[in-house]
C-alpha cells in the first residue's frame, strides 16, 4: 500500500465520523446522507490530489477545508445557501467548538443519535453506521438481525430525522444525562464488534476497540460521565489488555486457559482497577459486574488459579438484574471450572431446547469443550460438528478443527 493510500485510510478511520459531524452541526441544509456522501468525496478528492501533488503539510486540515467547500456547493447547488457555515475553517482545534460539555466530535454525534424519537434499536443502528462507519453487513451481525432488515430500520430512521431534523442540534445538558445509559451501550457493542473481529486472518479491526476506548476516554473525562461510565471504561481496558494473547504466531486462536499471560498488558490491567475503584458506589450496573468478572481473570496467575467460586457469585448477581441467555451461558461455564459439573451440564441442556439458542455456536462450542474435557469424545464431536456449521469465523473453524483433529488422531471415538 502506498504513503498516501495508507494516509487516507488512517484519517478516514479517525475522522469520518468527525467530519460528519461538523457538517451536520454547521449546517441545517446538510442531512445525514448527504453529509456522508460529501465526506466519501471529500477522501476521493484527496486521493486524486495527494497523488499528484504529494501529501500536504496538513492533511487533516486540507480534508475539512474541501470537506466544507464541497458542502457549500452542495448548499449552493440546491438554492438553500444562507450563510449557514461559520466564517472559520472547519478543523480540531476550532474555537467554535469548545463552548460544549464533550470536546470529542465523534461522542458528539453519538449522544446526538441516541434521540429518544428513536427506538433502541434505531439508534444503535443509526450510531453504528454513522459514528463509527460500520458496513450493514457487520451490524447486521452484531445485533442478529438480516441486511434487509437493517436497512429497512435505516430507512425508517433516516426519513424520521430528515422530517424533525433533531439530529442537527446538540443536545442539552439535561439530554446528555438522559442519553448516557444508551450511548454506554452502543460504545459497548461498537467495542465488542472491534474485539470479535479480530480474528485470526480476517481483517484486524482493533481501530474499533482502540476508538470505543478513546470515546469512552473522553466521556468520562467530561462532566457527564459517571460511575456506569468508569465501570464500563475498566471493563474495556481490562479485555484490551489481553488482545495480543488471543492468537499465535501463526494467527490460530488461543483459548482463554493455554494464553500466555505474559503478554498480558499489564499497564492496562492497573488502569483498568483504578477505574473499578472509582466506579464504586451505591448504584451497581451490569458493567460493574463483567468488569469485576474480568478483572478477576486477569488478576488470576493462570487458569487454574482462578477464583471461579466468586465469578459464579458474580454472575448470579449479574442474572438478578440482567437475565439473558448470553449471561446464562458464561454462568454454566463459571459452574463447571468451579466443580459444579451436574448444574453446568443441566444450564447448557436447558439452553439447547430454546429454538433461538440452539443457533447459537457458542453453546454448542461450550458443550463441546465440555464433554471433550470429561472424556465423551464422540458426544463433544457432535457438539463440534454442529459448532462448525454454525460459525463463520476462520480461526474460531480452525480452533473447533483443531479439537477435531485431536480426537480423531487418538482414535477416541
Known amino acids: 500500500m502506498d504513503e498516501v493510500q495508507l494516509e487516507a485510510d488512517q484519517l478516514y478511520k479517525s475522522h469520518f465520523g468527525k467530519m460528519v459531524s461538523l457538517l451536520l452541526r454547521f449546517s441545517n441544509a446538510i442531512d445525514l446522507e448527504t453529509a456522508e456522501d460529501i465526506v466519501q468525496d471529500s477522501f476521493s478528492a484527496a486521493l486524486t490530489s495527494w497523488r499528484k501533488g504529494g501529501l500536504p503539510d496538513k492533511p487533516e486540515a486540507w480534508l475539512f477545508r ?62 453504528l453506521k454513522y459514528v463509527v462507519n460500520l458496513k450493514v453487513e457487520a451490524i447486521a451481525k452484531i445485533l442478529g438481525m438480516t441486511v434487509d432488515g437493517i436497512d429497512k430500520l435505516l430507512v425508517r430512521a433516516r426519513q424520521k430525522i430528515k422530517e424533525e ?131 478477576m481473570h486477569c488478576n488470576a496467575e493462570s487458569f487454574g488459579a482462578t477464583d471461579w467460586k466468586s465469578i459464579t457469585m458474580l454472575y448470579d448477581r449479574l442474572l438478578t438484574i440482567n437475565p439473558n441467555p448470553f449471561v446464562e451461558l458464561n ?10 459439573k451436574p448444574d453446568a451440564l443441566d444450564i447448557l441442556h436447558k439452553l439447547e431446547k430454546e429454538p433461538f439458542f440452539n443457533q447459537y455456536y457458542l453453546l454448542h462450542a461450550s458443550l463441546g469443550r465440555i464433554y471433550f474435557a470429561e472424556g465423551n469424545h464422540a458426544l463433544a464431536k457432535i457438539y463440534f460438528t454442529e459448532t462448525l456449521r454454525l460459525t463463520n469465523a476462520p480461526a474460531e473453524k480452525d480452533f473447533i478443527q483443531r479439537l477435531i483433529g485431536r480426537i480423531t488422531k487418538g482414535d477416541l471415538c
Not at 331 to 340: E, K, S, T
Open 66 to 127: 474541501v470537506c466544507k467547500n464541497k458542502a457549500l456547493n452542495k448548499i449552493k447547488e440546491s438554492k438553500r445557501f444562507n450563510n449557514l457555515f461559520l466564517d472559520e475553517d472547519i478543523y480540531p482545534g476550532d474555537p467554535a467548538l469548545s463552548q460544549f460539555p464533550l470536546d470529542d466530535q465523534q461522542l458528539i454525534l453519538l449522544f446526538a443519535c441516541a434521540h429518544p424519537d428513536l427506538s433502541p434499536k434505531a439508534q444503535v443502528v443509526i450510531c
Open 331 to 340: 454462568y454454566a461455564i463459571a459452574l463447571y471450572y468451579a466443580g459444579q
Open 165 to 295: 431534523k433533531f439530529l442537527f442540534f446538540e443536545p442539552l445538558m439535561e439530554e446528555l444525562e438522559s442519553r448516557i445509559h444508551i450511548v454506554h451501550k452502543i460504545l459497548y457493542l461498537i467495542f465488542n464488534e472491534g474485539y470479535k473481529s479480530s480474528w485470526g486472518k480476517e481483517l484486524i479491526r482493533e481501530e474499533l476497540c482502540e476508538e470505543a476506548l478513546l470515546m469512552i476516554r473522553a466521556l468520562s473525562k467530561s462532566s457527564i460521565g459517571n460511575r456506569e461510565t468508569s465501570a464500563l471504561y475498566a471493563l474495556m481496558l481490562f479485555n484490551a489488555s489481553r488482545l495480543k494473547a488471543r492468537f499465535g504466531a501463526g494467527g490460530e486462536l488461543i483459548d482463554l486457559e493455554e494464553q500466555d499471560r505474559n503478554l498480558w498488558n499489564k499497564e492496562l490491567i492497573q488502569l483498568a482497577f483504578l477505574y473499578l475503584r472509582l466506579s464504586q458506589g451505591e448504584n451497581i450496573s451490569v458493567y460493574h459486574y463483567e468488569a469485576s468478572i474480568a478483572g
